[in-house]
């Protein structure tokens, strides 16, 4: 079946090769299932070309996928936002955060965003986007602070303890993290 095959080169990184096959595929069958295993190719495709650091070529793909084909909206979403954090835009990712209407959904996508992909977070702590009382930020400026301490010479326990980062939380990473570094 040719859909096992588009998974297996996916699962595999082979990105370009999956693409190739998807599309001849779709051109083939021509069915919603066989548009979905093709958007599926350009997804992994564009996520190649983000990690490579073609943020460019990345953002041009996904406009023409979503001119052509039914691109679920939570994948644009994760996309966007996976882009925006890689060029340095934490504002874009975080804004619809502050809306109190956000789905569920979004939440978690913006917060496995955060989780996975940002490494600088003074950007996220001194963003201008999110209220200074909101959690990920109040949290994103403890942390840089905990890190700065940790990095700079010895620190007791108690200095970074971070108790307002929970297990759950995106930046909960970063807490073990500077633990680890600590004892290090």
Known sequence: DGVDEIKRLISKGKNKAALSKAKQYHKRIATKKSEMILVDAYVARIYEMIAKGFIAEATALLKTVRARYRCPEHRVFELTGVMAVRE???????????????????????????????????????????????PLKT???????AFAKVTSGFT?????????????????????FIKALAYF
């Open 139 to 145: 949290g994103a400026l403890a942390v840089a602070e």
């Open 88 to 134: 340095g835009r934490v504002a874009e990712l975080v804004r619809p955060l502050e809306d109190p209407g956000i789905s569920a959904e979004q939440r978690t996508i913006i917060e496995k965003i955060i989780k996975n992909e940002l490494v600088d977070l003074e950007i996220l702590a001194q963003s201008n986007t999110l209220s200074s009382e909101h």
């Open 156 to 176: 007791r326990d108690e200095e970074i303890a971070l108790p307002a980062i929970s297990r759950r939380s995106p930046l909960a990473p970063w807490k073990i």
